[in-house]
């Protein structure tokens, strides 16, 4: 009888592993993003981190299993975003789960977050509802910078909402989390003092000038809206918001850059006052903040 012989596990070195991902995703993305892949995956699979690679050299010569890194290239030349991937993402400073039931949280909804913060850091406790919450990064973070707030989410989405109650409960925020369809929603059976939305605001008409591995991979029901009404969630949330804020309670929406002139419009029919608009780090202009009258 022979004796039992463990499966040799395939291994590669670091420099061939970060050798074969740029060969291979070259003529999809920068070459500073592949190497994040990497960065990435390293982390995510073995806690090594890129200044961990600077301190020690010999873990560049160590033997990997390769089987994790192929298995992840694989699914990046199918332009699978690398959170999916991983399963997570980092905003505002925390770690959040998400798979393809969620928009990949953005920079922008972090500045958006921040400039929540920043207004109502001096306020009383607040009351505040976030529309069309996805993974639940914007209330989950400011239940936690806001602890005295009473902070409810919606989406209509039950896959959505099991991935942010997760997240809540992992990251220790509290937030009533409620499934409506805020486009049938007759009104919102409560009042707020401040009310959020990222609702989706990508006209189909702009698909074109959108990467791959948004297009193929991220939901297209909480991206994308028909050319012919691209501010319905807009409008609807507006009008339910003036019925549902408390007096002089805020709106906070993130916008299409391309129709922030129309989503102004549309707050000012509805006798919205002291209308902003805030650029992004990019300098498009990306969040709106209305108070009601």
Known sequence: ?????????????????????????????????????????????????????????????????????????RELEQERPIQYIIGSTEFAGMTFRIDENVLI?????????????ETADDKPPLRILDIGTGSGCIPISLALKLPEAEIHALDISEGALELARENARRLGAHVNFFELDIL????????????ISNPPYVRLSEKNEMRGNVLKHEPDLALFVNDDDPL???????????????EN??????????????????LSDLNFRDIEVRKDIYGKNRMIRAFKK
């Open 1 to 73: 009888m022979k004796p039992y012989q463990l499966k040799k596990v395939a291994t590669m070195t670091l420099p061939e592993i970060r050798s074969l991902f740029l060969q291979k995703l070259n003529h999809l993305y920068p070459e500073t993003e592949i190497l994040s892949f990497f960065h990435l995956l390293l982390e995510h699979h073995f806690g090594t981190r890129k200044v961990d690679l600077a301190l020690d050299p010999e873990l560049m010569r160590k033997e990997w299993p390769e089987d994790v890194f192929l298995e992840a290239l």
């Open 105 to 117: 949280p953005r920079p922008e909804t972090e500045e958006l977050v921040t400039w929540i913060l």
């Open 184 to 195: 049938t929603a007759q009104n919102l059976a409560d009042h707020y003092d401040l009310i």
């Open 232 to 246: 319905l969630f807009y409008r609807k949330i507006a009008s339910l918001s003036k019925e549902s804020l408390n």
């Open 249 to 266: 309670g805020m709106l906070f929406f993130e916008i299409n850059e391309n129709l922030s002139e129309q989503t102004c419009k549309i």
